[in-house]
């Protein structure tokens, strides 16, 4: 991976780490924020990591949750669902097992 598109990649994560709780967070604020095209972003995007926009956005969050659970900072899914970006604590736990294979209750309670 070239240096820009690294540079870019940390950018870009930075963006969605610092508002992975903002549930109506989309790719048209990413793109304020770094000062290009949605077009431009989301052929980077896919390009960087191989998924569109709104999946890796949403790989973000479930890794975050993921984090979230291990450690315990919320004592129920529906908490850290919401400090993810999740309104819909039952469309979070479906993403999270498909992703992980384990429920996010099974994980807190793990």
């Given at each position: 991976m070239k240096e820009a598109d690294r540079l870019l990649l940390?950018?870009?994560?930075?963006?969605?780490?610092?508002?992975?709780?903002?549930?109506?967070?989309?790719?048209?604020?990413?793109?304020?924020?770094?000062?290009?095209?949605?077009?431009?972003?989301?052929?980077?995007?896919?390009?960087?990591?191989?998924?569109?926009?709104?999946?890796?956005?949403?790989?973000?969050?479930?890794?975050?949750?993921?984090?979230?659970?291990?450690?315990?900072?919320?004592?129920?899914?529906?908490?850290?669902?919401?400090?993810?970006?999740?309104?819909?604590?039952?469309?979070?736990?479906?993403?999270?097992?498909?992703?992980?294979?384990?429920?996010?209750?099974?994980?807190?309670?793990?």
């Amino acid at each position: 991976m070239k240096e820009a598109d690294r540079l870019l990649l940390d950018q870009l994560n930075d963006i969605i780490t610092k508002n992975l709780h903002v549930p109506d967070f989309q790719l048209n604020d990413i793109t304020e924020q770094l000062k290009i095209s949605r077009t431009t972003l989301y052929r980077l995007i896919v390009k960087l990591t191989g998924m569109s926009p709104n999946n890796y956005i949403r790989k973000q969050r479930l890794e975050k949750a993921k984090e979230i659970l291990e450690i315990g900072v919320y004592p129920t899914v529906k908490e850290t669902a919401l400090a993810v970006g999740f309104k819909n604590p039952s469309y979070f736990s479906r993403l999270f097992y498909e992703e992980f294979e384990i429920t996010p209750f099974d994980l807190l309670n793990g």
